[in-house]
């Protein structure tokens, strides 16, 4: 496959999808689309994209509805009443919580990508609302101007803290957050030396960590000439920052990392492939949400190059489920399962974040994810369509064990929105056989049908 992506050519990889008799838009291709750009549809969420056709849906996806903004209304109130706790791990609930009722999947998810990209653990940070105003930095930037978010993360209190840059002062500059934002935000290993860190380190003393807030002391700044990229002048952090990312290197970076959360895992794209989304992110004055509609939209995103072609991090896993049957659950709960499969979020593991990809598969993780689809399926605190039940669900497909092939359509109702593969004969039959067996409880009788789903190896892929 490696050889296959990187033969691709970008201007067809590129253009916009178009349906053909051959490859139409149908719910399988719903299904997918909104299992990346979100974490999963509902099957009425898969019904409305295929009526209303890819154009309309990537509208949908990457335009904020005012059910968006009543509900981020809602849930911030809900946030403030966390931070009297100064629990951190609280807001990680919060946050799954919003992630399942968002009428804004997208956003959420790209949030998400953001979270990994500026990884902040607040297991040093330690403080909620630290925490919470760097979430809501990112939020409000997900889609919005690159440059605009690194400024803003560059005096992110939470990020000073993690970067022990709370006190940057021109006699020992600390040199954490000017090393970073080259190699892990902006740049890329090679695209920068030791030389220019010290430098932009300089360019950042004074901004300093005040009763929690950012705040710049100019006693405590270089004010003399620094050589950074190969310019010189008595640069400040805000423009060390725009040189970094004049670089040409900067937008192929978030290109590169925006194609591996979207699109694969792996094989890396060639830098032909990347050089398009590059030239877009520059032209666009680095928007990321263009970028994020062209990738979502593409040929290749709908092609075999990306289908099935990522592997499904422990928050696709319990959110994805619950958002496609309709369910909630105690979100304290789904936390600590997330934790233990390695995916907390306000925690992860480093400055580097998630490393994603088969990282998240190994004996006792995919033993964790089946136990962790079993506990929401059968917890009493999660309830599936609004109270009614998981059969409730199954009903709105028009599935009916009762029904003359009735089990046939449980099977594959339950593949296509769950499994981003379609299954094979020797794998399906078994589950046929397993859905005809009568059970008094409907609803635990399709509990059990969706548990055998979610223990095969076809759905660890996404």
Wanted: hydrophobic residues 40%; neutral net charge; aromatic residues 10%.
């Amino acid at each position: 496959m490696a050889a296959d992506l990187n033969t691709v050519d970008p201007a067809w990889a590129w253009r916009p999808f178009e349906p053909a008799a051959d490859r139409p838009w149908n719910q399988p291709l719903a299904a997918h689309l909104y299992r990346r750009a979100g974490f999963g549809g509902s099957g009425e969420d898969l019904r409305k994209a295929v009526e209303r056709g890819l154009p309309a849906t990537l509208d949908a996806l990457l335009q904020a509805a005012p059910a968006a903004q009543e509900f981020d209304t809602r849930i911030e109130q809900l946030a403030s009443t966390l931070l009297g706790s100064n629990d951190p791990r609280r807001l990680s609930a919060w946050w799954l919580y919003r992630m399942i009722g968002t009428p804004a999947p997208c956003l959420e998810k790209t949030t998400l990508f953001w979270h990994g990209h500026f990884a902040t653990s607040a297991a040093k940070v330690e403080d909620s609302e630290m925490m919470l105003a760097q979430y809501r930095l990112l939020h409000q930037h997900a889609f919005g101007k690159f440059g605009p978010l690194v400024q803003g993360i560059s005096r992110d209190p939470a990020m000073l803290e993690w970067l022990d840059s709370t006190t940057n002062r021109k006699v020992h500059p600390n040199e954490n957050y000017a090393r970073e934002v080259m190699e892990l935000f902006c740049l890329g290993v090679g695209n920068y030396t030791e030389r220019d860190i010290q430098q932009v380190a300089r360019a950042f003393t004074g901004w300093e960590l005040r009763r929690g807030k950012f705040e710049f002391n100019p006693y405590q700044h270089d004010t003399g000439t620094k050589t950074i990229l190969g310019q010189s002048g008595k640069y400040n952090g805000d423009q060390a920052i725009e040189i970094i990312l004049a670089q040409p290197a900067a937008p192929r970076f978030i290109a590169r990392k925006l194609f591996r959360y979207f699109v694969c895992d792996e094989p890396a794209p060639s830098p032909e492939l990347i050089e398009p989304l590059a030239k877009q992110l520059r032209a666009g004055d680095f928007e990321i949400g263009p970028v994020i509609r062209t990738i979502l939209g593409s040929n290749l995103f709908f092609s075999t190059h990306a289908i099935a072609r990522k592997v499904r991090s422990p928050v696709e896993v319990g959110v994805g489920l619950l958002r496609a049957l309709e369910a909630t659950t105690n979100v304290y709960k789904l936390a600590d399962g997330l934790d233990q499969l390695g995916q907390a979020v306000f925690y992860p593991p480093n400055v580097k974040g998630w490393d994603g990809g088969r990282t998240w598969i190994n004996s006792s993780t995919l033993l964790g994810r089946a136990n962790l689809v079993r506990t929401l399926l059968s917890a009493p605190e999660t309830r599936f369509a609004e109270g009614r039940g998981l059969a409730a669900v199954a009903q709105r497909a028009g599935i009916e064990f009762s029904q003359p092939g009735g089990p046939e359509r449980a099977v594959d109702w339950l593949a296509e929105l769950l499994l981003a593969v379609p299954l094979a004969t020797a794998v399906r039959e078994p589950l046929v056989a397993l859905a005809r067996e009568p059970m008094e409880d409907p609803n635990r009788r399709l509990a059990r049908l969706v548990h055998a789903v979610c223990a095969l190896p076809e759905f660890q892929l996404v």
